[in-house]
């Protein structure tokens, strides 16, 4: 037995990513700070023959991962993966009025992970995809039009067209 923990679980990439998971055989774990769309998650899994639970948490927060932590850990004694897929939208901005120690912590925190614990068998790796077709990029139009800022084009979408988010879940597992 395997489990996956999902985070961000209730929408697009996350919710393609823990169905596929489910396919593959691992128990899920789906978190989100949204009841709802979390609990469908987990009614799709059901639905097509998986196991796994929904916990909703906010993942920024620190007592929110203990909790979802400690119920994957109750539950099923075990966690062999974890997708950190929730995130948010940031206000469309130029990268030089980025704060560069924000920019840098992000990064670091990442590449952290990855060297400190890969020695101890946990790879930790990093998605960073173009644009996805999501609830999220639907938002894109209109805080372009409000920010001012409208790139002549999109570098990280040389392909042409959107990803699906199942494209993503692909890759995930
Ligand atoms: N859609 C894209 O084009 C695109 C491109 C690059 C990266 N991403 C990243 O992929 C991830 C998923 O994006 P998506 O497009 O599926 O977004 P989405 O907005 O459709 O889904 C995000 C999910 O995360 C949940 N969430 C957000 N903040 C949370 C929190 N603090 N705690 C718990 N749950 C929280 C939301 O409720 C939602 O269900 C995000 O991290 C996003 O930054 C998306």
Same mark, same amino acid.
């Given at each position: 037995m395997q489990v996956a923990v999902? %985070?961000?679980?209730g929408s697009a990439i996350g919710r393609a990513a823990s169905l596929r998971l489910s396919e593959t055989g691992f128990k899920v @774990?789906? @978190? #989100?700070?949204?009841?709802?769309?979390?609990?469908?998650? /987990? =009614? /799709?899994? =059901?639905? &097509?023959?998986?196991?796994g639970l929904f916990v909703q948490a906010d993942v920024?927060?620190?007592?929110?991962?203990? =909790?979802? @932590?400690?119920?994957?850990? #109750? %539950?099923?004694? =075990?966690? #062999?993966a974890f997708f950190n897929n929730a995130g948010v939208l940031q206000k469309f901005t130029l990268l030089e009025n980025l704060d560069i120690s924000e920019f840098d912590r992000i990064l670091n925190v990442t590449k952290a992970a990855a060297i400190e614990y890969v020695k101890k068998g946990v790879r930790v790796n990093a998605i960073c995809p173009g644009g996805v077709d999501t609830a999220l990029t &639907?938002? @894109?139009?209109?805080?372009?039009?409000e920010s001012g800022y409208v790139p002549e084009e999109f570098p990280n979408m040389r392909i042409g067209r959107f990803a699906d988010p199942t494209e993503l879940a692909e890759m995930a597992v």
């Open positions: 999902v %985070t961000g679980a @774990v789906a @978190v #989100d700070f949204n009841a709802a769309t979390g609990e469908e998650t /987990l =009614r /799709l899994i =059901r639905e &097509q023959g998986g196991e920024s927060k620190e007592a929110g991962v203990e =909790r979802y @932590v400690k119920a994957a850990m #109750d %539950t099923y004694g =075990r966690i #062999d &639907q938002e @894109v139009p209109a805080m372009m039009q």
